[in-house]
């Protein structure tokens, strides 16, 4: 799962929210370091990075990839699953939270400018990035996974073919697209289990 899923699977809960962005930035024991309720959205991020790789249908996605694009299948397929989850937006609903995705990003944006120093400098840069070029919105436009994957590209120093991955997308769409349909509902099921766990102890 790449940010926007990640955000979204956050339950418009602030703390795991922050956590959930600070999945990607927290290494090993170091989540013991923020409050108790952080420490858990860095835990959910986790937890959603396992499940979501160990899950059948995110493998065939990646499978579908792997001839093309090698190691890189796993993070195209997180790109591509953000994509879908922007132009499906409105299908998926959590108590409270709004169906246009618009509004969401907004929202997430003005959470994590609330907690700016809580994060560490390198989620600061990327928060600022992320805003600025308003990512999350620009995730279910094609012009938007554009940029998304060409930025990609530029960052894999040793990956020749990224550059590739919008074509492949475009040529895929729907067989793609039925993937990230049969898998979502999955993983909202197994988030709303998790926080569950969490608070209801």
Not at 70 to 99: C, M, R, W
Not at 122 to 129: D, E, N
Not at 141 to 152: A, D, K, P, R
Request: glycine share 4%; net charge neutral.
């Amino acid at each position: 799962m790449n940010f926007l899923a990640h955000f979204f699977l956050s339950h418009r809960i602030e703390n795991i929210i922050i956590g959930n962005f600070l999945g990607d930035f927290v290494r090993g024991n170091k989540y013991k370091d923020y409050p108790e309720e952080i420490a858990k959205g860095i835990m959910l991020h986790r937890n959603i990075d396992t499940f979501t790789d160990q899950h059948p249908i995110i493998l065939q996605t990646n499978k579908r990839l792997h001839a093309n694009f090698g190691k890189y299948a796993p993070v195209i397929t997180d790109i591509y699953y953000d994509h879908f989850l922007g132009v499906h937006f409105n299908k998926y609903k959590f108590e409270n939270q709004s169906k246009e995705l618009k509004d969401f990003s907004i929202f997430i944006y003005q959470t994590l400018e609330k907690n700016y120093e809580i994060l560490p400098p390198l989620a600061q840069q990327v928060f600022l990035k992320m805003k600025e070029q308003d990512w999350l919105t620009h995730y279910a436009t094609l012009y938007g996974m554009e940029q998304s994957l060409n930025g990609l590209s530029r960052r894999a120093k040793y990956a020749t073919n990224l550059h590739e991955s919008f074509d492949f997308l475009k040529q895929n769409y729907s067989v793609i697209e039925s993937d990230f349909l049969l898998f979502f509902p999955d993983i909202m099921q197994f988030v709303h289990e998790k926080l569950n766990e969490y608070f209801c102890k």
